[in-house]
């Protein structure tokens, strides 16, 4: 039996305004991109884990630490979904399967994907 973390988890609400739609962006707006990519984080040090969009996933770390996904094919990924990945080793790496999963439905997993890299985030002053 693997046993499995919930990496993060988002509470589903049926946002229509605008401003509800810019709250990711305004998120992503906290950092810098820096270029240097990672190719595993160590799963303890997640604190806190926000799927922006279908394309963007960030993982802010403890130190203050943040780091960028973006998975090229991640069909289903969107803010409404909680990550579960097999936490056995550790580490969330590139080799490492994540599942989608929507915590209110009787039929929770909505997909799975890999992401290929995690790009590091400076926090602006």
Known sequence: ??????????????????????????????????????????????RETQILNNKQILFKMNGDEAYLAEPKSC????????????????QLCNTTI??????SSPVPSRGSCGIERFEKLEKKQ
């Open 75 to 90: 069909p289903g990924l969107s803010r409404g979904l909680a990550l579960s990945y097999d936490a056995t080793i550790n």
């Open 1 to 46: 039996m693997k046993t499995h973390l919930i990496a993060a988890l988002a509470i589903v609400l049926p946002l229509s305004s605008a401003l509800a739609e810019d709250k990711p962006a305004k998120e992503l707006e906290k950092y810098n991109r820096t270029g240097q990519y990672e190719t595993c984080l160590t799963s303890n040090r997640i």
């Open 98 to 103: 994540v599942t989608l999963l929507e915590t």
